[in-house]
């Protein structure tokens, strides 16, 4: 099984554009995560999903949006990219609502110029 | 803000055990403690957690105390590729019974020949 897989791995965007994050997951979890994580710090959660159909924001919610429209996929937009949204954006997914073992992607390295 | 206090770095020659303390004096009774590690720009990895009793499995070996103001973390036999940064992490319980994982700034822990 490929797990969690994330596209693209690197990304640099002007300020302003905006650009889709993919994330897809083979083991048919219902819970799937965005963070993010900036250099030296821990991961800040952006959004999550508990199942197709379902989003709820996170701690870092602010300039992001999110859809689940299958339990495979749950891609994050950046409308207007901003300096203060470079960092590592990591996706991951969990079995169910009371197992927080995580399964992460390799992430994406995104730099905002 | 996070709900766990570890050292910023650790060292553990190959070989030995490596044991990776964390405070978390505030945690409340029905929050777990989970272990993650990440090595370097890799996603975060799951080794282990516990809610009052001692756990191990095939990566580790989890020791809370009859407290619960802290854990330590044990690799027995630690070998190069353990050198990460090791995650203690709260699993909280949010307002509508929605369960969060806080992430710190972790402990890098540096393997030595």
């Known amino acids: 099984n490929a797990g969690v897989t994330q596209t693209p791995k690197f990304r640099i965007l002007k300020i302003g554009q905006s650009m889709t994050l993919q994330c897809t997951q083979d083991?048919?979890?219902?819970?799937m995560y965005w963070y993010r994580q900036d250099p030296g710090m821990g991961l800040k959660l952006i959004y999550y999903?508990?199942?197709?159909?379902?989003?709820d924001k996170g701690e870092v919610p602010n300039g992001y949006n999110v859809s689940r429209s299958t339990t495979e996929d749950f891609p994050l937009r950046l409308e207007l990219a901003a300096p203060s949204q470079t960092s590592v954006y990591f996706c991951?997914?969990?079995?169910?609502?009371?197992?927080?073992?995580?399964?992460f992607g390799s992430g994406t390295q995104l730099s905002v110029l | 803000d996070a709900k766990t206090t570890q050292p910023p770095s650790m060292d553990c020659a190959e070989g030995r055990a490596a044991n990776l303390p964390c405070n978390h004096s505030?945690?409340?009774?029905?929050?777990?403690v989970y272990w993650y590690r990440q090595i370097h720009s890799q996603g975060p990895q799951y080794i282990i957690h516990?809610?009052?009793?001692?756990e191990t499995n095939e990566m580790a070996s989890l020791i809370i105390t009859e407290d619960r103001k802290s854990s330590t973390l044990i690799l027995p036999h630690a070998t190069l590729r353990d050198t990460a940064v090791y995650y203690c992490?709260?699993?909280?319980?949010?307002?509508?019974?929605?369960?969060?994982?806080?992430w710190g700034l972790g402990t890098s822990l540096a393997v030595n020949p």
């Open positions: 992490i709260v699993r909280v319980v949010g307002a509508g019974n929605n369960r969060k994982l806080i």
């Open positions: 991951a997914s969990s079995p169910g609502r009371s197992n927080e073992k995580l399964f």
């Open positions: 999903s508990v199942g197709a159909g379902i989003t």
């Open positions: 505030t945690i409340s009774g029905n929050e777990y």
């Open positions: 083991m048919n979890h219902n819970y």
């Open positions: 516990g809610l009052k009793n001692n």
